[in-house]
């Protein structure tokens, strides 16, 4: 093989908001498989908000000058194992790079569902409706008719709660977004009843406003003062899913939330987070829920898409900002010829 790989490599530890310096394209010689193993041409790469708490030097965290982690999805292009075959689409971790070597334990061979793309198996199918459907039925264990109020709800786990929680038959879905035009995208595109945009005052007084009555069940993505408003409008025996801290990820030393400590005690709150990592053993049951309503059209994949790896740190930088609407994908431009249903192109 004659060609190159690309892959990308973090430099050096950001303070605050990282930059495109903090990341290097790294060439190298694309060479074959060794024995029990494949080469993977990647096709799809995910970039997610738990990138950027792995770029700090913390436990686990991402090592300097070396390839980093993600999810991808690729096809198989060559081969010395009989148990994966060349042709086969496949997801790894390997994440952000043109080819990955892979031995059959370090990937999932992915079902191909009519009508459903491959994207969707980055955003929908994987683990960010992994991370939703999870939330939503094993950690708020949420009953039909109960109240919701997700924060970041225009990204790519708040759009797939509201969609998931809309078919449990959820009851009033409150969202909170960075912007009008995404909080009126909540609406009119995802089911939210109501959204705002959390620039425009106290996250106490904006939640008030959109859940007078209270919520029973709070996902929250966001924490700080979004949390604390949340304790405030929980209802007794309210649930609250802690899935993320976006507000601190670049900002590491901004104070923790303020709320009544006695609420959690009085109302009988419960606050649980969790690790979607811990929970693949629903993978089938999320494909059982989730395509039969991706394939009647009744649920959407909420994704913006990127093409060309060349732009996956300019993908990532944006996702911190909040330019992208649902899950943000980047993709391979040999795949743009191909339908990709609900995506938005970035």
Same mark, same amino acid.
């Given at each position: 093989m004659n060609e190159t790989a690309l892959t990308v490599h973090q430099t050096a530890r950001p303070h605050g908001f990282p930059t495109a310096g903090h990341f290097a394209f790294v060439e190298s010689p694309l060479t074959g498989p060794a024995a029990g193993g494949a080469l993977v041409e990647n096709l799809y790469w995910s970039v997610d908000p738990y990138h950027r708490e792995l770029m700090d030097d913390v436990p686990g965290g991402f090592a300097l000058d070396a390839p980093l982690e993600g999810r991808a999805i690729g096809r198989v292009i060559a081969s010395r194992t009989p %148990?994966? =075959?060349e042709g086969e689409i496949v997801f790894h971790r390997q994440g952000w790079r043109t080819h990955a070597m892979v031995t059959p334990e370090e990937v999932r061979r992915l079902p191909r569902f009519d009508g459903v793309p491959l994207s969707a198996y980055l955003s929908t199918l994987g683990g960010t409706g992994l991370t939703a459907y999870v939330g939503l039925t094993r950690i708020a264990r949420l009953r039909a008719g109960e109240d919701l109020f997700v924060s970041a709800a225009a990204? #790519? !786990?708040g759009t797939a709660t509201g969609r998931f929680a809309r078919l449990l038959d959820a009851g009033r879905l409150v969202g909170s977004a960075g912007s009008a035009a995404k909080a009126a995208h909540l609406v009119k595109e995802v089911g939210y009843d109501a959204a705002f945009d959390y620039h425009d005052g106290p996250a106490a007084v904006l939640l008030g406003d959109a859940a007078p009555r209270g919520i029973d069940v709070f996902v929250d993505n966001v924490g700080g003062g979004q949390l604390a =408003?949340? !304790? #405030? =409008?929980?209802r007794p025996f309210g649930r609250i899913v %802690?899935?993320?801290?976006?507000?601190?990820?670049?900002?590491?030393?901004a104070p923790a939330p303020r709320f009544d400590y006695a609420d959690i005690v009085e109302k009988s709150i419960r606050m649980e987070g969790f690790l979607v990592s811990n929970h693949l053993d629903l993978q089938e049951e999320l494909y059982e829920f989730a395509v039969p309503h991706l394939q009647s059209g009744r649920l959407a994949s909420d994704e913006t898409v990127v093409d060309g790896f060349e732009h996956i740190v300019d993908a990532f930088l944006g996702m911190l900002r909040g330019e992208n609407t649902g899950k943000i994908i980047v993709r391979d431009r040999t795949q743009v010829r191909i339908p990709t249903g609900h995506a938005a192109h970035a």
């Open positions: %148990r994966l =075959a990204g #790519g !786990v =408003a949340a !304790v #405030g =409008a929980l %802690r899935v993320g801290t976006i507000s601190q990820y670049n900002t590491p030393d």
